[in-house]
């Protein structure tokens, strides 16, 4: 499967509320193994389009243009941000 997290994923992790055994083994595999991906024009561009569109935050914009352009499901707390997009967007729970 190949998945975009959202950055709040990693604030979630680092500071110890993800309660996901499954998620928590993939988060520590993403850190060792993930791809960074520039802000081409390709992801600027779709970034504008959902901005223009959706009247979406701007960081959330290239998280999901990033997604999109990359054929990439989103792993996020945020659901609600992402789904109205037309993402495939991946859920998880917080501890709270």
């Known amino acids: ?12 992790y680092f500071n110890g509320l993800i309660d996901d055994v499954e998620l928590d083994k993939k988060a520590k ?3 060792s ?10 992801i600027a561009q779709t970034t504008i389009k959902l ?9 959330d914009a290239i998280i999901a243009a990033t997604a999109l352009v990359n054929n990439m499901s989103v792993v996020t707390n945020n659901r ?7 993402l495939d967007v991946i859920g998880i729970n917080v501890k709270l």
């Open 1 to 12: 499967m190949n998945a975009l997290l959202d950055t709040n994923i990693l604030i979630y």
């Open 29 to 31: 595999a993403f850190v």
């Open 33 to 42: 193994y993930a791809t960074l991906f520039d802000l081409d024009d390709s």
């Open 51 to 59: 901005r223009r569109n959706f009247k979406t935050k701007t960081l």
């Open 80 to 86: 609600s941000d992402f789904e109205v997009l037309g």
